[in-house]
């Protein structure tokens, strides 16, 4: 009889083999065919890749406005922004620690000395949009729960906000308030 390790590993080669062996050599997800994939196509998301620069990749909490401003001339220059790449976003680092007295977020004086205001305006009238990354967690440098509410009710009806949840709070199984479109509690 065969000892036990050797019978688990003999299994584990079979389920491994089969599975090989109905693997699909074209891995690459596949759109629906016919009438469902003119559906699946018709809203226009999903056939390009996403069309813009995100600052976390390479810099980080090195991000300041000289950079960003640069980087929309760059898009421009390029041709990248005659191409569809639109958005210059900035993710983790921008704001200050502190936010005003109504709670809303604002950029740090000393990377973003002109404010988010006169670099929204700038990246604009490049034919740019400006995102900006908020944090519905408290993992994040600024991140607030009760803030994330606030920072998504300001954004301009062109922009589309980032947000995420650093520290996901249902990851300690604590259940937080879900916001609405209307900025207030739906739980």
């Not at 891995?27 to 994939?37: H, I, L, T």
């Not at 041709?79 to 900035?90: F, I, Q």
């Not at 729960?145 to 995420?164: F, N």
Request: net charge positive; charged share 15%.
């Amino acid at each position: 009889m065969a000892p036990p390790t050797a019978v688990l590993l003999l299994l584990l080669l079979v389920v491994a083999a089969g599975c090989l062996a109905d693997a699909d050599t074209d891995a690459r997800p596949r759109p629906p065919a016919g009438g469902a994939r003119r559906a699946f196509l018709a809203n226009g998301l999903g056939l390009t890749p996403q069309m813009g620069w995100n600052s976390w990749n390479h810099f980080q909490c090195g991000i300041n406005e000289t950079v960003v401003r640069s980087t929309a001339d760059a898009l421009v220059a390029t041709g990248l922004a005659r191409a569809g790449y639109t958005y210059v976003n900035l993710d983790d680092c921008w704001a200050d620690y502190q936010r005003t007295k109504e709670g809303y977020m604002v950029a740090n004086p000393k990377t973003f000395p002109s404010g988010i205001k006169a670099l929204a305006d700038y990246v604009h009238s490049k034919g740019l949009k400006l995102g900006l990354y908020s944090s519905a967690g408290s993992g994040c440098l600024y991140g607030s729960l009760v803030g994330s509410y606030i920072d998504a009710k300001i954004q301009s009806p062109r922009q589309e906000p980032a947000a995420t949840g650093c520290q996901d709070p249902w990851a300690t199984r604590t259940r937080t308030p879900r916001p609405s479109r209307h900025g207030t509690s739906t739980t």
